[in-house]
């Protein structure tokens, strides 16, 4: 089975995290820029898929990565990724935009839904200190949200806490 990681990124964080989960789950294909992407149904011909996605677009409703993902949420929305495996994490800052923490995630994880993909990954809210954020659903974040501009010194723990998770739920 074959597992890509994908990224978008304005400042090279999610980039650089995307780079160290490769480093903890060395079978996956990547780091790959979704803007190198040309043709959408590569996210297909894998078995699973993790993407990374920052949050720019504060308090938005639509498109809230200011990235390249925002431009084909909708093309995402509209492959058939049934039978596949996809995680999402996501970079915001918690203590500057605790009203919006990583907003982006949910809005990534909801076209990767409606394509048909099965969604793992998730991550408990309770170790967060933030006030609001879309991407929590249910009881749980729909993906792993990460902190390098406030929190950076967790990050090491909950990425291969994450990793850990993922061969269980993915490879
Ligand atoms: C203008 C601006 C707006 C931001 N808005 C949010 C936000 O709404 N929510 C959030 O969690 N982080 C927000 N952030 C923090 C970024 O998501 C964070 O710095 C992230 O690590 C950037 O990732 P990148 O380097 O991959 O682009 C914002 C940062 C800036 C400078």
Known sequence: MTVGIYFATTTGKTEDIAERLHGLLDSAEGPKDISDVDDLSELAGHDGVICGIPTWNTGADSERSGTAWDSILEDIGELDLSGKKVA??????????????????????????????????????????????????????????????????????????WAEKLKGEMF
């Open 88 to 161: 999402i994490f996501g970079l915001g800052d918690s203590s500057t935009y605790t009203e919006n923490y990583c907003d982006a995630m949910e809005e990534l994880h909801r076209y990767f839904q409606q394509a048909g993909a099965s969604m793992v990954g998730y991550t408990a809210k309770t170790d967060y200190t933030f006030d609001e954020s879309k991407s929590v659903v249910g009881e749980e974040f729909c993906g792993l949200p990460l902190d390098e501009d406030s929190e950076s010194d967790m990050t090491d723990e909950r990425l291969s806490g």
